[in-house]
């Protein structure tokens, strides 16, 4: 059978299954079954006794069935793959232990008194939260607990806290440690770390959009984020500002100190010699002045500026903040600082987090049993789904399918924004009805191969990409396609995790009405990448 024949068919069939409630995973290995017997030995439709005389059954451990094993078992087998597991374990402590909490509360202390304070405090956590774990789920059901009473308690509008939880919750896709990037960086042979350094002014760039935002509707509507009733312990504004800045000098002292340490180890114990001209970044003996120095500053902002009493009454104030910049610190500083990879990273960050929880008197058994059955059944999941999807991926591909569709795409000579703005759309309605494992697994594979073959000069309106930026490119605009679909209907994941979570009279209408806005921004934000590919690279 052609190609094209078992690509409508495949089409039409995966609608189906999905329609009548098939598990995405069954769903995607059944059909790729499907394609296989379509494209090598349609007789097995017809005469299922047949088995045994074709290409596909003939001989057991050679042809497609064998190349199709292969696939998924190099899937699987990845070592980069056993940071999922990793990460969801770390977000999974972050969720059960005081951390988070702890974090939310010296947030508020600094913005207490900002009309739209709250609000602009659960983005902030959302963002610190992203840069630990990068799980969403997690993000929108802690955010929904935390922040969400808070906010209806002080009037806030409920449109307003319902878009910021889960729009900020949702950022872990696009802000490193992203799982969507290391997932589609496995599928595409593309540099996770490089996804990585991509995505952090994008999603940033996300983030802004979200709080500028929060601003600007909280000063046009005063109502609808009433201020709260003025604290007598509470320290005047200019006295605040003080406070946070002998806070932050401390932290900046700490910090400063740890790498001062970190690169005097270097040089001294010889691993920068030893390192064959590719020494540790911020790590040579060239930097120790620099952070010595940075370091004295701090303390004589403290001592003679600020004052002993006001920093320590800073730190009181603040401390909630140490914990998750540690973890922050640990897990992202092992990538870029060139000690570990991501999947060392995530298990640093994991054990981190344990420590720090024992360190508070948090850790426990229940703790870690409970954080490990999390972990196991969020992990599972995601593996059923990555092996009946690159199944699918693999029998489509062996059957000839993304080469066809590029030739389908390409051929009918279509400027090059306009085959970019189909497959925008195409994903966008896709996610609306599928898991981002899913469409990662189905769908880049075959669009990834048709933007290597557009003329990079016509991508974007402003600057160029380089060629070896392109794979990354996409993969960027793909996790902020998916920033969409977590919030839009009808089966938006945001809305049910924040729905588990919310007050009764809240309902799902409700909660996808208080999305829209921030759809718009999303959008937004996905139309710079598209008009501006080159901001992907300006920290490549």
């Not at 290995?29 to 494209?39: D, I, N, R, T």
């Not at 997690?138 to 209806?152: D, F, K, N, T, Y």
């Not at 932050?248 to 700490?254: P, Q």
Request: proline letters at 6%.
């Amino acid at each position: 059978m052609d190609i094209g024949t078992i690509s409508l068919i495949l089409m039409v069939a995966l609608i189906v299954l999905l329609a009548i409630g098939m598990p995405l995973g069954l769903a995607s290995a059944s059909l790729a079954v499907l394609v296989l017997v379509l494209k090598f030995e349609p007789t097995l439709l017809l005469n299922p006794f047949s088995f045994g005389d074709g290409i596909l059954t003939g001989r057991p451990g050679t042809g497609p069935l064998y190349i199709l094993a292969q696939k998924i078992y190099g899937l699987l087998t990845d070592y980069v793959l056993i940071s999922v597991p990793l990460f969801i374990f770390m977000a999974s402590l972050l969720e059960r232990s005081g951390i988070a909490r702890d974090m939310y509360s010296s947030l508020n202390v600094w913005l207490s008194r900002t009309r739209g304070g709250i609000a602009i405090v659960t983005s902030i956590m959302a963002v610190i939260m992203a840069a630990m774990s990068g799980i969403i789920g997690g993000e929108v059901v802690l955010l929904g607990l935390i922040a969400l009473p808070q906010m209806l308690r002080l009037g806030y509008d409920q449109n307003l806290a319902i878009g910021v939880i889960c729009a900020s919750g949702s950022l872990g896709t696009m802000i490193p440690p992203s799982i969507v990037l290391i997932i589609y960086g496995l599928i595409t042979e593309t540099s996770i770390k490089s996804l990585f350094t991509a995505s952090f002014i994008p999603g940033f760039m996300l983030a802004s959009m979200i709080i500028l935002y929060i601003i600007i509707r909280t000063q046009l509507n005063p109502h609808h984020a009433p201020l709260p009733e003025p604290d007598p312990n509470d320290p005047e504004p200019a006295e605040k500002r003080k406070l946070f800045g002998a806070f932050m000098s401390i932290v900046v002292a700490g910090f400063s100190t740890v790498l001062f340490i970190r690169a005097a180890f270097f040089e001294l114990s010889g691993s920068n010699a030893a390192s064959q001209g590719e020494p540790a970044r911020l790590g040579t003996a060239d930097y120790l002045p620099w952070f010595a120095g940075i370091t004295i500053v701090a303390l004589l902002l403290i001592f003679f500026v600020f004052g002993r009493e006001r920093a320590k009454i800073g730190w009181e104030m603040g401390k909630g903040l140490v914990a998750p910049l540690v973890v922050i610190g640990v897990v992202l500083g092992s990538i870029y600082g060139g000690i570990t990879g991501i999947t060392e990273a995530a298990g640093m960050g994991a054990f981190a987090v344990l420590i720090i929880a024992i360190l508070r008197g948090e850790g426990s058994f229940e703790l870690v049993w409970d954080s490990l059955m999390r972990t196991l059944k969020s992990t599972g999941t995601i593996i059923w789904v990555t092996i009946g999807a690159a199944a699918l991926a693999g029998a489509y591909t062996i059957a000839g399918g993304p080469q066809y569709v590029a030739d389908l795409i390409v051929g009918q000579e279509l400027p090059t924004m306009l085959v970019i703005l189909v497959m925008m759309l195409i994903l966008l309605f896709m996610g609306a009805f599928m898991d981002w494992v899913g469409i990662v697994l189905l769908i880049i594979p075959v669009f990834l191969p048709i933007v290597l073959r557009l003329p990079i000069e016509e991508i974007g309106v402003f600057g160029q990409l380089e060629p070896s930026h392109v794979a990354i490119w996409f993969g960027v605009v793909f996790c902020m396609n998916m920033q969409v679909s977590f919030l839009s209907p009808p089966f938006g994941p945001a809305a049910f995790y924040l729905k588990s979570v919310a007050p009764p009279h809240i309902s799902l209408t409700d909660i996808f009405r208080g999305f829209l806005p921030f759809i718009g921004i999303q959008l937004l934000a996905l139309s710079v990448l598209l008009i501006w590919p080159g901001i992907i690279a300006l920290l490549l």
